[in-house]
């Protein structure tokens, strides 16, 4: 048996936000949200598409989108990778899907709260080590409440969750080893089985439930995901290998300059300037050549003939 990656948008978005998910993404939120309480009785699952209000204006795709019993807005974001300015995104969409909520001539008061629910598989808040965070506004001195708290942040940082199969405990622990964890499963876990609304998302997430359209959807996705990861990866070890011959070169610069001062005198500083132009192979060489040097004529000519060429 294999399941679909929840960590996929495309697998994420059927599991929580299809015609089948309502009890799941009950059990969830109440989960993550509330503490395990049941405050959410019932909710619909919207059209997660925030279309701009102003010609021009930045269209946004959520994940998931729901109004619940009360009237309070969740959207719902699963983001693999830590990309440039994510948190003012995660600040945009909430703001915006409370904007959103009016239309020309509505007044305030018919707004309803927003809570933005995001989901990353990277450390958000480096330093703090609880999974799970809430944001809402409050006095800076005091820590009050605003008034109309009507926006609420909350992130789960996955790679903090760090509970194996036989330790979970709670219902909000199961959730999130499921999203964690059901990508790498080829069965679904006897503790798992126990709560109805797992049990469900197991069945959506069979990859044998999957229409063969919607396979090739997700493997085109994971494929993205994948690629976009590697990039990543290629451009990280890329910067510390410039930045390892960065330093090697700087080093070698500075030690021949301190070897050639000994042996010639004070270095023009048009020659030193030359100096660091050469590449780390060259300042090897210099270094030999350096030993054959009698004065600071021997070491111009031996630049003219090894300087990088305009």
């Keep these: 048996m294999r399941f679909i990656n929840p960590k996929i948008d495309f697998a994420f978005k059927k599991i929580f936000g299809s015609s089948q998910s309502t009890e799941i993404l009950i059990s969830f939120l109440n989960a993550i949200l509330y503490e395990e309480e049941s405050i959410i009785k019932s909710l619909e699952i919207l059209d997660p598409y925030l279309g701009p209000q102003v010609a021009g204006a930045k269209n946004s795709y959520l994940d998931v989108k729901a109004l619940l019993n009360d009237g309070t807005f969740v959207i719902i974001e699963m983001q693999v990778l830590k990309v440039q300015a994510f948190g003012k995104r995660v600040l945009y969409n909430a703001a915006k899907t409370y904007a959103l909520q009016l239309t020309r001539g509505e007044l305030y008061k018919q707004l309803r709260p927003v809570i933005a629910l995001t989901i990353t598989d990277f450390e958000m808040f480096r330093g703090e080590q609880d999974v799970i965070s809430h944001f809402v506004f409050k006095e800076r001195n005091r820590l009050s409440d605003y008034l109309q708290n009507d926006i609420e942040l909350v992130f789960v940082e996955l790679p903090k969750f760090k509970k194996e199969l036989d330790r979970l405990e709670t219902l909000t622990d199961k959730w999130i080893y499921f999203i964690k964890t059901t990508g790498t499963l080829d069965e679904v876990p006897q503790t798992m089985v126990t709560v109805p609304e797992i049990q469900k998302a197991f069945e959506i997430a069979n990859q044998v439930s999957l229409t063969q359209e919607e ?77 054959d040097f009698s004065n600071a004529e021997d070491l111009t000519a031996w630049l003219e003939a090894n300087s990088p060429k305009d």
């Design 215 to 291: 396979f090739n959807i997700l493997q085109q996705q994971e494929f993205f995901a994948q690629d976009q990861e590697g990039s990543v990866a290629l451009g990280r070890e890329e910067g510390r290998e410039e930045g390892r011959q960065e330093g090697r070169q700087e080093g070698q610069v500075g030690l021949i300059m301190r070897l050639l001062s000994r042996r010639l005198g004070q270095i023009n500083p048009d020659i030193e300037n030359r100096i660091q132009q050469l590449s780390i192979d060259k300042l090897e060489n210099i270094a030999e050549a350096m030993l």
